[in-house]
């Protein structure tokens, strides 16, 4: 029994609690008249008239400006992206594959659809073939095409054999409305398991620890920065490049493996050309930075929030809301990449629990300065 | 149904209930078990008292046991126990303790002189050794904390979700914010609140004894990563 005067008190916060439900559930209406909105402004870009519509429509109109002056050039388009689904067998995790299948959802519900869905890593938890096997089949029903990317839990019990039976090829290039795309399997590891004589699950439980320090550092590798060099000797310098890799093809943060070990060589490759973004995994959570010629955008996870790295974190990063632990969905996603016509990207970052963020190419390109993301409110300790 | 299978029906319905009250009993008892010093037994005339050690006892002779010593007693008292403790020890030991305990005696001598006075009342310095002892246990303490925040089934998940899936080295955890009001929990929750929180329901776990060795440990990993952080109860 609580004292007379707590129970008081705890009426009036259960009292405040229900105002602020009810405050929450009209945010939401109003967050719905946006969405329909952002839809039809996407099929009409420079429909600005409306500006009155919602009372926080700024964010939404430096979306059209930016992409205003980019529609010289390429044909703009978009694709979607999934990320970061970790999967346990359902019998084991059942929310975990819930959260996937309300991101294939989200992609199906797009409307216009986007060209293409890109599958970011780390579909399987600790890369079972009854992990792989159901995300495979959960990832079956997205409508538009799929374009995979491996992380290290889909990768190091087998050392990506039934990955690659199932989906391919690890790392491969391809062309799309006149951007060249190039997806990296950056998540190579040197051997730190037969010294210590490890069995493949050991393996792939040390790697499966992110602050697990008994792992390697990921790398692109030398075999596939050959094949990398080779694939864009013959691209023009004016070609737009969109990279994918699961791990940040930089070096922000080893302890976590927020870190690929031969970032600068992977980057020299890429220096020579005027337009080159990275979209990559891992991190599960919204992260921004830019190097000289080089966007780079992060991905949201459908399975569980990181928290923001203790250092190193890009200054051009607008960091997502801190999650809520009450919550277990948020800080989760997915999310939109718009292809504008210069071939840079606006990356939209769509929290489940929470307005979009935005992070468009006019922010990156200005260092900062213009069209700056929604700050957060509670960043995290 | 006839007499046998009423019988049979009576045996099982016991064997039910009596294993319902045992677990019972045994649940109510509490996890931890700290050791204790049974007490020694004299002769019940004279009080006995014992030394920490658990076993070296000294019969006072002329005090009734419940009576109390008075200071001068006591150290008397407490000087033939540690003869006796000493007795017992192998050489090196002896010697090693007569050694330190010299040392630490000669400090307290020259502090007792008068223009040091000020710092009379300063303890005996510790020794290496047990700065070495103190840091081996505390050590012991995190590293299994460590094993079990980052080990979903040492954790009792039932879902594979660790603690470190979300927080790795524990980050945001924030253990320096707390206790703290927390709506959703009703109530001002300590950090310890929290870990089962989460074992609750993101892992899908059976929530700790407050004083359960996983939960000692769990919270002295989560605090030995955020050692030097400024103290700020009630922070959101």
């Known amino acids: 029994m609580l004292p007379l005067k707590w129970e008081k008190r705890l009426q009036e916060y259960l009292k405040n609690r229900e105002l602020w439900m009810k405050e929450l559930y009209e945010a939401g209406r109003v967050w719905e008249g946006r969405r329909k909105f952002l839809k039809m402004s996407a099929m009409a870009a420079g429909f600005v008239a409306t500006k009155s519509f919602v009372p926080h429509s700024f964010q939404l109109v430096d979306v059209v400006n930016a992409a205003t002056p980019a529609t010289q050039g390429n044909k703009p388009f978009t694709f979607a992206y999934i990320s970061d689904s970790h999967l346990y067998?359902?019998?084991?995790?059942?929310?975990?594959?819930?959260?996937?299948?309300?991101?294939?959802?989200?992609?199906?519900?797009?409307?216009?659809?986007?060209?293409?869905?890109?599958?970011?890593?780390?579909?399987?938890?600790?890369?079972?073939?009854?992990?792989?096997?159901?995300?495979?089949?959960?990832?079956?029903?997205?409508?538009?095409?799929?374009?995979?990317?491996?992380?290290?839990?889909?990768?190091?019990?087998?050392?990506?054999?039934?990955?690659?039976?199932?989906?391919?090829?690890?790392?491969?290039?391809?062309?799309?409305?006149?951007?060249?795309?190039?997806?990296?399997?950056?998540?190579?590891?040197?051997?730190?398991?037969?010294?210590?004589?490890?069995?493949?699950?050991?393996?792939?439980?040390?790697?499966?620890?992110?602050?697990?320090?008994?792992?390697?550092?990921?790398?692109?590798?030398?075999?596939?920065?050959?094949?990398l060099a080779r694939d864009l000797a013959n691209i023009p310098k004016t070609t737009p490049i969109i990279v994918f890799s699961h791990s940040p093809l930089y070096k922000l943060y080893k302890p976590w493996n927020f870190w690929t070990d031969d970032a600068e060589q992977v980057q020299a490759l890429l220096k020579p050309f005027q337009t080159v973004t990275v979209i990559h995994g891992h991190t599960h959570q919204v992260l921004s930075n830019r190097i000289d010629n080089i966007h780079f955008h992060g991905m949201l996870s459908t399975a569980w929030p990181w928290p923001y790295a203790p250092q190193g974190l890009p200054k051009l990063t607008m960091q997502m809301n801190r999650p809520d632990p009450f919550n277990q969905t948020e800080g989760l996603g997915d999310g939109i990449i718009d292809v504008l016509g210069s071939g840079r990207v606006n990356k939209r970052y769509d929290l489940w629990n929470r307005n979009p963020l935005f992070v468009s190419a006019q922010y990156l390109d200005s260092n900062g300065a213009n069209d700056v993301p929604t700050k957060t409110t509670l960043p995290s300790y | 149904m006839n007499k046998l299978q009423w019988i049979k029906l009576f045996v099982i319905t016991l064997c039910v209930l009596s294993s319902v009250l045992f677990y019972q009993s045994v649940k109510a008892q509490g996890p931890v078990q700290l050791p204790t010093h049974p007490p020694a037994k004299g002769d019940g005339k004279s009080l006995v008292v014992q030394l920490c050690d658990g076993e070296t006892n000294l019969e006072v002779k002329g005090v009734k046991p419940g009576e109390r010593l008075n200071p001068d007693q006591a150290q008397v008292v407490s000087n033939q126990l540690m003869a006796q403790w000493l007795a017992k020890q192998p050489k090196e030991v002896a010697e090693a303790w007569m050694k330190e305990n010299l040392t630490s005696q000669q400090k307290t001598t020259a502090q007792t002189n008068p223009n040091e006075a000020s710092t009379q009342d300063q303890p005996i310095d510790f020794t290496a050794r047990d700065y070495q002892m103190w840091k081996k246990e505390l050590d012991q303490e995190v590293s299994y904390g460590d094993q079990i925040f980052h080990d979903d089934k040492l954790l009792g998940s039932t879902n594979g979700v660790s603690c470190a899936m979300c927080h790795p080295h524990a980050a945001n955890t924030h253990p320096e914010t707390y206790p703290k009001f927390q709506i959703q929990l009703r109530r001002v929750a300590l950090l310890r609140d929290m870990i089962n929180w989460c074992i609750e329901n993101p892992s899908r776990g059976a929530k700790l004894h407050p004083d359960d060795p996983k939960m000692r440990a769990l919270e002295a990993y989560i605090m030995a990563q955020r050692k030097g952080t400024v103290m700020e109860p009630g922070k959101h």
């Open chain 1, 89 to 227: 067998e359902k019998t084991l995790n059942e929310r975990f594959v819930r959260q996937l299948e309300r991101a294939v959802a989200d992609i199906n519900a797009l409307d216009p659809q986007p060209d293409f869905v890109l599958y970011g890593g780390d579909l399987a938890q600790l890369a079972q073939p009854g992990e792989l096997k159901l995300g495979a089949q959960i990832l079956k029903q997205i409508k538009a095409p799929v374009r995979m990317m491996v992380g290290e839990h889909d990768w190091f019990l087998d050392l990506g054999d039934l990955w690659k039976e199932l989906f391919g090829k690890p790392y491969y290039s391809f062309d799309h409305k006149g951007v060249h795309f190039i997806t990296l399997m950056s998540v190579n590891e040197k051997d730190f398991w037969t010294a210590k004589n490890l069995s493949p699950m050991q393996r792939m439980q040390i790697v499966s620890g992110l602050d697990d320090g008994r792992q390697s550092p990921f790398e692109v590798g030398e075999e596939e920065r050959e094949w």
